[in-house]
């Protein structure tokens, strides 16, 4: 199975409106990771201090850095295709959401395969109603991994999605 974990940070909840301002994207193939694929970028608008306070955003340190806007999309949206279009997150829709509007702005064609999303959280329903994890959150889940939840960067947390996701699977494959 090939795949691609992803997490972004964002300035708020609509796509339309709001701006990534970090990304981080991890190819899976088969239980073999590639390199993880990070960016901290400058948001063109304000960012709310509860987004800011959420995500670490500081607009003076990111001046420098480019807009999600200046051609990120098509790159990520290459990788995805090339991991047969499938995208795990904790809440993939959210973070496709943000990717499918700039594709859009930018007029990048979005790949030719449907992009298929697998919702790490989602997948430990089933934990959860047995009351073996407290709650659904990456911070909660990281339990699984018999690791603290310890990510301050998306970068850090697209691989503990990873490792979640992987720690479930173990956990599904010994219960067949």
Known sequence: ????????????????????????????????????????????????????????????????????????????????????????????????????TAAKRQRVPMPAQRIRTVDTASMAVPLYVAGKVPSLTTRDLASLTGRPYTCSSSAETVVMLKDIFEALFRTYLKAL
Not at 56 to 78: C, D
Request: aromatic share 10%; with cysteine; charged share 20%.
């Open 1 to 100: 199975m090939k795949a691609v974990f992803l997490h972004v940070h964002t300035t708020g909840l609509d796509p339309n409106t709001d701006e990534v301002v970090e990304f981080a994207m991890l190819p899976w193939n088969d239980g073999k990771c590639g390199d993880v694929l990070t960016e901290k970028f400058y948001a063109l608008g304000e960012v709310p201090a509860e987004a800011a306070k959420i995500n670490g955003y500081q607009h003076e340190a990111r001046r420098s850095a480019a807009s999600f806007r200046h051609g990120y999309v098509a790159g990520i949206l290459k990788v995805i295709a090339e991991h047969d279009g499938v995208v795990n997150a904790n809440n993939p829709d959210f973070a496709m959401s943000f990717i499918r």
